[in-house]
């Protein structure tokens, strides 16, 4: 593998449990961007670094960890539903991008699969509107779908199983 393919999405979209099946699939590493920023931070879990440090440290932290990500060897890639919010991520990932060393996958089920999912397991996400994370879903979407959309090679509105999505995305080469 060439690239780091780089998986995007809000919450609840399966960005991991795609990024893991692709990984397997094509045999290289797996990288989940939150346990990589939980690392740096020396925090527990995402709610625990944003009570500790804040939503600013936790983003510059996760922002930090891609740059590092993407500077080694080509891995399968799930980021944080925020992680293209943080400063310099966005500009960070489209570096990438321009320079042929990453392609990126915009997962973007519709809105009422992310409510469902989330209001069957709201994960371990603090609210970052401070309403529910199940309540806010619509309103992060309207924020970053745009975001999102901009920084993708492919997106996959579809929603199929995560083991699906990977298989397709393996195919495309």
């Known amino acids: 593998m060439k690239r780091h393919i780089v998986f995007i999405g809000l919450r609840g979209s399966g960005k991991s449990t795609a990024a893991a099946a692709l990984a397997k699939i094509l045999g290289v590493e797996f990288v989940d961007l939150d346990d990589r920023t939980l690392q740096v931070l020396g925090a527990e879990s995402v709610r625990h670094a944003f009570r500790e440090f804040g939503e600013h440290t ?41 320079a042929g060393r990453a392609v990126v996958v915009f997962l973007d089920p519709p809105i009422e699969t992310l409510e469902a999912r989330l209001s069957h397991d709201p994960g371990d996400r603090p609210s970052i509107t ?26 996959v509105e579809e929603t199929v199983d995560a083991c699906v999505i990977a298989e397709r995305i393996a195919r495309l080469g």
């Open 130 to 155: 401070g309403v529910g994370v199940v309540d806010e879903i619509r309103r992060l979407a309207v924020i970053r779908r745009p975001l999102y959309a901009a920084l993708a090679d492919l997106v």
């Open 58 to 98: 936790f983003r510059e932290a996760e922002c930090d960890a891609m740059v590092e990500v993407l500077r080694g060897t080509p891995s399968v890639v799930a980021l944080g539903g925020g992680t293209p919010t943080a400063p310099g991520a966005a500009t960070a990932l489209e570096a990438e991008r321009a």
